[in-house]
C-alpha cells in the first residue's frame, strides 16, 4: 500500500492518508435543475478515479455523491418548464444517472437523495436549534453564524464579504443578514414541502449535504469534495453546521477546478458540446474521460472543441498502440526495466496529490519508446495504468457490430435527418443494450464497444 497523499485546500498543506481506516469521501452532487454538462462530469470523474486508485492500492474507500434535489433553482425549473417539480427532478436525476452511465467509471458507493434524508436533516436543525445556534423564525430556521467562532476559516472571507445569496424577503426574518437558512416554510409557488416540527416547508441546501454525509460516513470522515466555487458560501456553511452540533466532519477539503470556456469560440463549434450526452456523442467516452483528467485537478480547465479533438487524438494513439499490440501469451520476456519505472512512476504521480496528468505522462512515455525499440511486458503495463484512470475500454479488440447493431445504426442516422430525436435516442439505448456506443463525428456516425 502507497502512502497516498491529498492538498487539503483548508490549509493548503499535503495531507497523508490514513491506511487504517476507511477513507470515506463526499463529493458534493449536481442540482438536478437541468442537464448536466462537463463541468458537473469534472468532480464526478475526478473523486470516482481518486477512490477506484485507493482501492487499487488496498485502502478501504467508500465515495459518496449526492443528488440536490430539493432546492429553489429546481422550482424555477420546473415551473418553467410547466411540469410539477417533484417529477422534473426524478426525471432530471434519471437523466443524471444515464449520462454519467455513460462515462463508464461505474457509479460510487453511495448516491443519496435530499428528498430521501428528511428525518436526518430534520435532527440536525433539532439539534442546532438545542444548542442555541438556530433559531426559528416565522416558519423558517436560520443558522446563527456569529455564534460560531470558526466562521469565514475556510473560504478566509470577512463578515463583510459574505453574502450568503439568498432571496429576497428574508432579510426581515434573520437577527443578522449573515445568517443563513436551514429550513425554509412552505410557499404557496412551491409544489413540494415535508413536515417538521417547525411546520411544512423544505430544507435549505447547506444542511442537506451536513445530513446525507453524516447519514452515509458518520460525524467524521477523511474527504470533503467539490468544485471550487462551492467553498463559500455552501461548505463554510456545511463547516459552521456540522461542527457546531459537535460533529468534527471533513478532515480534508479538497477541490476540484472550474472548466472555462470561452462564449464565442462555443458559439461557433457545432452542437452544445458542453453537455455532457453531447461530448459522448460527439467525441466518445474515453476522450471525454481523458480531456477531463489531462490538467491537475485542482487548476481550471480549458474547454472547447480543440481540447476535444486533441484528447479524442490522444486516446486513440493509446488503442492504436493496444491493437498493434495484443495480449502476449505465456513465456513473454521479462519486463524491461524502462517498463517497471514508468508504471511506478504512474502510481506514483497518482499517490501524489492525485497528479492525473504527469500519470498520463509516463503512459504516453511508454507508449513512445516502446515504439521506438522493442520492450517487453509494455503492453500489458500500459493496460494495467489505463484500467486505473478509466481508460480499460482502449485495450478492448473492435469487432464487427454485426447486422442488427449496423441496420439499428443506419435507421438512428435516418431518424436524425427527419429530425425524429425521439425515435433517434431510442435506437441508441438499444444500441446500447446490445453494446455499442455510437459516436457522431464529423457528420458520421460509427459504433464503439461500450466497457
Ligand atoms: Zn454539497
Known amino acids: 500500500m502507497r502512502e497516498v497523499r ?3 485546500s483548508f490549509t493548503g498543506e499535503l495531507r497523508t492518508l490514513s491506511s487504517d481506516e476507511e477513507i470515506g469521501i463526499y463529493a458534493c452532487g449536481p442540482t438536478v435543475c437541468s442537464l448536466i454538462h462537463i463541468g458537473n462530469a469534472r468532480p464526478f470523474v475526478v473523486f470516482s478515479l481518486l477512490a477506484r486508485f485507493l482501492k487499487s492500492e488496498g485502502y478501504r474507500a467508500k465515495l459518496v455523491v449526492n443528488v440536490t434535489d430539493i432546492n429553489d433553482r429546481i422550482y424555477a425549473a420546473a415551473r418553467q418548464a410547466g411540469e410539477p417539480s417533484a417529477e422534473f427532478a426524478k ?3 434519471r437523466a443524471y444517472f444515464e449520462d454519467t452511465d455513460r462515462l463508464g467509471l461505474g457509479r460510487p458507493d453511495a448516491e443519496p437523495l435530499a428528498t430521501e434524508t428528511i428525518d436526518g436533516i430534520v435532527a440536525l436543525i433539532a439539534d442546532l436549534i438545542e444548542s442555541e445556534h438556530a433559531y426559528e423564525s416565522g416558519g423558517d430556521v436560520y443558522f446563527r453564524v456569529r455564534s460560531f467562532d470558526g466562521y469565514g476559516k475556510l473560504s478566509n472571507r470577512r463578515a463583510e464579504e459574505m453574502d450568503q445569496g439568498e432571496e429576497a424577503g428574508s432579510e426581515s426574518l434573520k437577527e443578522d443578514p449573515l445568517d443563513f437558512a436551514l429550513w425554509k416554510a412552505h410557499k404557496e409557488d412551491e409544489d413540494t414541502s415535508w413536515d417538521s416540527p417547525w411546520g411544512s416547508g423544505r ?3 447547506h444542511i442537506e449535504c451536513s445530513a446525507m454525509a453524516e447519514a452515509e460516513l458518520g460525524p467524521s470522515f477523511a474527504i470533503h469534495g467539490g ?4 467553498v463559500f458560501p455552501h461548505h ?8 457546531a452540533a459537535g460533529r468534527p466532519f471533513a478532515r480534508v477539503w479538497m477541490h476540484n477546478g472550474m472548466i472555462e470556456t470561452d462564449a464565442e469560440k462555443m458559439s ?3 452542437g452544445n458540446i458542453f453537455q455532457l450526452s453531447e461530448a459522448l456523442d460527439r467525441y466518445g467516452r474515453e476522450a471525454v474521460v481523458d ?3 489531462s490538467g491537475r485537478y485542482r487548476q481550471p480547465l480549458a474547454f472547447d472543441a480543440e481540447q476535444m479533438e486533441q484528447a479524442a487524438t490522444r486516446v486513440e494513439r493509446l488503442r492504436n498502440f493496444l491493437r498493434e499490440h495484443p495480449p502476449a501469451g505465456d513465456g513473454a520476456a521479462p519486463e524491461d526495466e524502462f517498463v517497471a519505472t514508468r508504471r511506478e512512476g504512474f502510481r506514483g504521480a497518482l499517490a501524489d496529490d492525485f497528479n492525473t496528468p504527469r500519470a498520463m505522462a509516463e503512459a504516453f512515455e511508454l507508449v513512445a ?3 521506438r525499440r522493442q520492450l517487453p511486458g509494455a503492453p500489458e503495463a500500459l493496460r494495467g495504468m489505463l484500467a486505473l484512470v478509466g481508460l480499460e475500454s482502449l485495450a478492448r479488440a473492435e469487432q464487427g457490430a454485426g447486422a442488427e447493431a449496423e441496420g439499428l445504426l443506419a435507421e438512428r442516422q435516418q431518424a436524425r435527418a427527419a429530425r425524429d430525436f425521439e425515435r433517434a435516442d431510442e435506437i441508441r439505448d438499444r444500441l446500447a443494450e446490445l453494446g455499442w456506443e455510437v459516436r457522431d463525428s464529423a457528420g458520421a456516425a460509427r459504433l464503439v464497444r461500450r466497457c
Open 6 to 8: 491529498i492538498k487539503d
Open 91 to 93: 426525471r432530471m436525476t
Open 203 to 205: 430544507p435549505g441546501w
Open 227 to 230: 468544485g471550487s466555487d462551492l
Open 236 to 243: 463554510e456553511n456545511e463547516i459552521a453546521q456540522s461542527e
Open 268 to 270: 461557433k463549434s457545432e
Open 291 to 293: 480531456y477531463l483528467i
Open 369 to 371: 519508446e516502446a515504439n
